[in-house]
């Protein structure tokens, strides 16, 4: 394996511990902003006069430019060196969250807040890659498993602080979600420069060919989903965005088969577990970071919450998945993956179909337990299914898999978003529409009103103006969250069904033993 390394990775207990919690302060921000960003959409949608598609955009761009982008962060770190693009990425995330604080109000806010959390999503794809092959470098065989558990329990940790230190910070200003970030890049960054992590270079060309066809695929198939509120069905536009992008995604799978230096190696889709474990990821992904905006929007809308109460849904949900990905970790290591994740992702699926039977109650205490059973099942099945997904890959190939793993991830969250959008808006109007009838009024003007209502939602935040907020509007929305929260339900029982299916029983491998299970699956395929 070549190698132009400047920095080496021979470095002492105390530094290694120094690299370690600098990595994961450079990734925290990805973290939390998975979440904080949510608690604050109904305040940033109101103060800024920002339509209802165009708040899911500003969510949805910082997942979009994850998905896109990840593989070329990855592939950008091995060939100018992690620790550089570590620095680049922190860096280039700080300033656009700056730039996201400061969105100015008026016409342009929309274009300009869509924009900059695009480029703090660029910044995370550059950081997020590069930070894990620095502890896969940092770290021995034997030391790596804990140090890479530790990383990621940390800073997965973080993504429940972010509705709690949201719901605060918004009290101050909405801004301030964006601007913590600068304070955690500085500690980042300067625990860099003590530490010197290792900054190997591998040079190698660019698949700039297979960078040009991911980004048109995800952009376009999620542009096509994201905008069908807005422009209909019957638009040919969006048939022909969702149709081209998925095109590409599938000739990008084609080309990269055939590259002699891919940005990423779908070879490695052959291991059949592997496949199967991306699948299950991706479904599970169209649920589990989208459910952060529709339950603060709920909180906020339908129950007139503020957003520091509006928060509690969310560590619910954390509370619940934080104790069972405890339980899934020991069911791992006793039986295998297939058993915690088939079983928590039809925990996840009963907890969502029973929180959507009573968000239409509109008393946030009778949906506690069932947002804990969500959670939990989401808890037990996700850490397991990641975890199993890189075991099938080589110690060499760690990295490239956490880059797969992450894309699939990212890019099924961005699609859940937009078509759970979609669907939110469209049963939102269709409500509004019925409501406004009902009070008499004719029914084009009810549908040009509703499709008013539901393009701006009147999010408020904790603002006075929660009390302005027609009860039957909000009954409305409650009644439009009941589906969005069934459709969740729909794709952990479809995810259940995958890994109920597709996955084999046991305990998990060692990467020889994966390769090997690789090759008698295409074995017995060609049986």
């Not at 990905?325 to 079983?343: C, E, T």
């Not at 109920?500 to 994966?514: E, F, I, K, M, Y």
Request: with cysteine; net charge positive; hydrophobic share 50%.
């Amino acid at each position: 394996m070549s190698s132009g390394s400047s920095g080496g990775s021979g470095s002492g207990s105390g530094s290694r511990s120094l690299i370690l919690a600098a990595m994961i302060f450079a990734v925290a921000m990805t973290f939390i902003d998975q979440t904080i960003v949510s608690i604050a959409a109904s305040t940033i949608q109101h103060d800024l006069g920002l339509s209802s598609s165009g708040i899911q955009w500003a969510i949805n761009a910082y997942l979009l430019t994850l998905a896109a982008l990840f593989a070329f962060g990855g592939r950008l770190g091995d060939i100018l060196g992690h620790r550089l693009m570590v620095v680049i990425g922190v860096i280039i995330f700080a300033a656009a969250s700056a730039l996201c604080g400061a969105t100015p109000a008026g016409s342009g806010a929309e274009a300009w807040l869509i924009t900059f959390r695009a480029v703090q999503g660029a910044g995370g794809a550059l950081m997020f890659p590069a930070a894990i092959a620095i502890v896969v470098q940092t770290f021995d065989l034997r030391s790596r498993g804990r140090a890479l558990a530790l990383f990621f329990g940390i800073a997965g940790g973080l993504t429940a602080i972010g509705p709690i230190a949201g719901g605060y910070l918004i009290e101050w200003t909405w801004r301030a979600i964006f601007w913590i970030n600068i304070p955690v890049a500085l500690i980042a960054l300067i625990l860099i420069a003590l530490s010197k992590p290792p900054n190997e270079r591998h040079p190698a060309p660019i698949d700039y060919r297979g960078l040009a066809l991911i980004v048109g695929g995800v952009g376009l198939s999620v542009f096509g989903f994201q905008q069908s509120a807005l422009w209909g069905w019957g638009n040919a536009a969006i048939w022909a965005s969702i149709v081209v992008g998925v095109a590409l995604l599938v000739v990008f799978v084609a080309v990269e088969r055939r590259t002699q230096s891919p940005l990423i190696n779908v070879r490695i889709f052959e291991n059949r577990t592997f496949s199967v474990q991306n699948i299950v990821l991706g479904v599970a992904s169209m649920a589990f970071i989208p459910v952060f905006f529709f339950a603060s929007t709920y909180g906020q809308i339908a129950l007139g919450q503020k957003a520091t109460t509006s928060s509690l849904a969310i560590l619910y949900f954390f509370i619940g998945f934080v104790v069972f990905a405890q339980i899934g970790g020991r069911m791992l290591d006793r039986a295998g993956a297939k058993r915690p994740v088939v079983i928590g992702c039809a925990l996840a699926a009963i907890g969502f179909a029973l929180w959507a039977g009573k968000v239409t109650d509109l008393n946030g205490g009778s949906q506690t337990i069932y947002i804990i059973i969500a959670g939990a099942g989401m808890g037990l099945m996700l850490g397991q299914s990641n975890t199993d997904a890189i075991n099938r890959a080589s110690r060499y190939s760690y990295g490239e898999a956490t880059g797969i793993t992450q894309t699939v991830r990212n890019y099924g969250a961005s699609l859940g978003f937009a078509i759970l959008g979609t669907v939110l808006i469209n049963r939102f109007r269709s409500e509004i529409t019925s409501s406004l009838i009902s009070r008499g009024v004719p029914g084009p003007a009810a549908a040009s009103e509703a499709s008013k209502l539901a393009e701006l939602q009147s999010g408020s935040g904790g603002g006075s103006s929660v009390a302005t907020i027609p009860q039957f509007i909000r009954a409305d929305f409650a009644s439009a969250i009941e589906v969005v929260l069934y459709g969740m339900a729909i794709i952990m029982g479809i995810a259940a069904l995958v890994a109920l299916r597709g996955l084999r029983g046991g305990v998990q491998q060692d990467p020889q033993a994966a390769a090997a299970d690789g090759r008698q699956d295409r074995a017995t395929d060609a049986v």
